[in-house]
Every structure is written in structure tokens, then in C-alpha cells.
């Protein structure tokens, strides 16, 4: 029996990061690092009972660290799901929705399976310095990982990131479509979670949306395979598991496109809409499952 997803664990963690934590980058070492403890704490043995590994590397002489969690799997533990999300904030923000909601879902996630016998091998990541500067350089937590299982020549079936998914609407208008996509590719209401792979990975945006559907959460996805050109959908954690060949989609409520407090001082908690970002994270349990069990 899976644990249940609970807007009062999810609240929890994002007034965490985004209140008590707050803004955390290289220029604001101290709280990066706090960050990463305070994960590795919730997630570890005395709480929901996982072995913590960190992946240790260094940034303009400081140490930083992604934060890794795994569930082995059984009869096809050689195959590796991962469930991933960064913890970093741009310089000035709080980040509650970004990232701190990804960063949510993900504990919320890892806690549910905690325990649990699944087919494959899960792991669970907090990745550091998915933010610019780093965004994309050698220096992205997402990118050091992806880099080292492809030289260790791990076979990820599946890597899921988890990037600014607490803001919805149902104002008219309220949704924004990126330059280059036609204009019915989105609704003009920002009432839905995306799921966007690229056009290489869209077997597994329909596996994903198939299995996100089948919970019944109440608020729908909208899957799309995007080429990585266009603005805004190739900059995430998934990036880095295409660039090392591996199948990787984002899920997201759009960020820039939908939520009027991105990047900005007043990213804070208040902002989430919490019932239906609890919704979302009850779809993407299914989805774990889903993709844990082939």
C-alpha cells in the first residue's frame, strides 16, 4: 500500500525552502548548503528510511552536491527510473514555485514509495545548479550527473524532472504560448500541467500521460513533444539526460508562460495553489508506479 501524496506534507516543504531556507545559489552558499542538509535529513534513514548518497563536485572552490536517493528494484533492477528535481534558486527569489514545489513533489514521491518492492530501480535526485549561471554549462548538477551514469553506462529507462509546477488559473487569457509554437499547441487558460518531451522521447510523454490520467487527478495533463529550440522547454534537468542519450521529459505548469511571480522576490509560498498542486503530485505518483513496474 503506497503512501498517500497530502497538501499538508506539500505545504510543509515548500514553506521550508521558499520561508525558512529561502533563496539559495553559489552567492548564497550558506543556504544552498542548508538546502541540501535539510533534504538529505527528509528523505534519509531517520525519516523515510533511505540510504542518502551525494554525488560531490566543485564550483568555484566550493563544494556542492546532488542529493541522491534509490529504491532498488527486483526483477529488472538494471533498469533505472529517475524522478529528479533542482533545488537552486535564480539570485533575489525565494523559489517557491521554482523550485521549491518540484522539490515538494519529489519528497512527497519518494515517500510514498518508501518501502515498497518495485520492479525496477527508483532513484530519486535533488539536483543542485540548474539555475544560471550554471544553466547548461558543465558546472549544472543535472548535467555532472547524466554524465557519469552515461560513463558508467547505466541504463536509465526514464528520467522525469520536476520544475515549477504550483501555479494554475482559470482566467481567460492567463496561459501565454511560447514564440515559434502555434497558437492552439496550448489553451489561453493556465488550468493544466504540461508534459513535454522532445520528438525523439514522445513514446514516453504518451507512457506518462497515460499513467497520469489513470489516477483521475483533477487537474489535466497536456502532453506535447517540443523540438529543443523552442524558448523555455530545453532549459531543465531533462536536457541533461537528452544530451547524454537517455529518455527524459519535463513536467511543468509552464513557468514564464503562466505564473506572473517566476524568477522574482515574490515567488513565495502564498502564490502556490496548493489543492491542485497536490493533484498533481496524486497524477505522478500513478505515473512512479507506472513506470517503476513495467
Known amino acids: 500500500m503506497r503512501k498517500p501524496v497530502t497538501q499538508e506534507d506539500l505545504e510543509k516543504y515548500v514553506k521550508t525552502l521558499a520561508g525558512d531556507i529561502g533563496e539559495r545559489n553559489m552567492s548564497n552558499y550558506k543556504s544552498l548548503r542548508a538546502a541540501a542538509f535539510w533534504i538529505e535529513s527528509t528523505i534519509g534513514p531517520s525519516n523515510m528510511g533511505y540510504v542518502v548518497d551525494r554525488q560531490n563536485y566543485e564550483v ?73 549561471p550554471h544553466s547548461h554549462t558543465e558546472f549544472m548538477g543535472s548535467v555532472v550527473y547524466a554524465k557519469y551514469l552515461e560513463k558508467q553506462g547505466v541504463k536509465v529507462v526514464a528520467m522525469v524532472s520536476l520544475d515549477t509546477i504550483g501555479s494554475f488559473s482559470n482566467e481567460p487569457g492567463s496561459q501565454k504560448i511560447p514564440e515559434g509554437l502555434p497558437g492552439e499547441t496550448f489553451p489561453s487558460t493556465g488550468s493544466f500541467v504540461a508534459l513535454v518531451g522532445n ?16 489516477a483521475g487527478a483533477k487537474v489535466p495533463a497536456l502532453a506535447v513533444a517540443l523540438p529543443e529550440t523552442i524558448e523555455g522547454w530545453g532549459g531543465s534537468d531533462h536536457w541533461s ?15 514564464p508562460y503562466r505564473y506572473p511571480h517566476y524568477r522574482q522576490p515574490s515567488d513565495t509560498p502564498e502564490q ?6 497536490t493533484e498533481v503530485v496524486k ?8 513506470l517503476a513496474n513495467p
Open 272 to 277: 502556490i495553489d496548493f489543492p491542485r498542486f
Open 241 to 255: 539526460f537528452w544530451r547524454s542519450g537517455y529518455p527524459a521529459l519535463m513536467v511543468t505548469d509552464t513557468a
Open 60 to 132: 568555484d572552490g566550493q563544494m556542492v552536491w546532488n542529493v541522491v536517493a534509490e529504491l532498488p528494484g527486483s526483477t529488472h533492477a538494471n533498469e533505472i527510473v529517475i524522478i529528479g528535481a533542482h533545488y537552486d534558486t535564480v539570485e533575489g527569489s525565494p523559489g517557491a514555485n521554482d523550485n521549491g514545489t518540484g522539490v515538494a513533489a519529489l519528497l512527497s514521491l519518494a515517500n510514498a514509495f518508501s518501502g515498497s518492492n518495485p520492479a525496477r530501480t527508483l532513484r530519486f535526485v535533488a539536483f543542485v545548479n540548474e539555475e544560471p
Open 283 to 290: 497524477g505522478l505518483r500513478a505515473v512512479v508506479e507506472s
Open 199 to 214: 520528438p525523439e522521447n514522445e513514446s514516453l510523454v504518451e507512457k506518462v500521460e497515460k499513467a497520469y490520467e489513470s
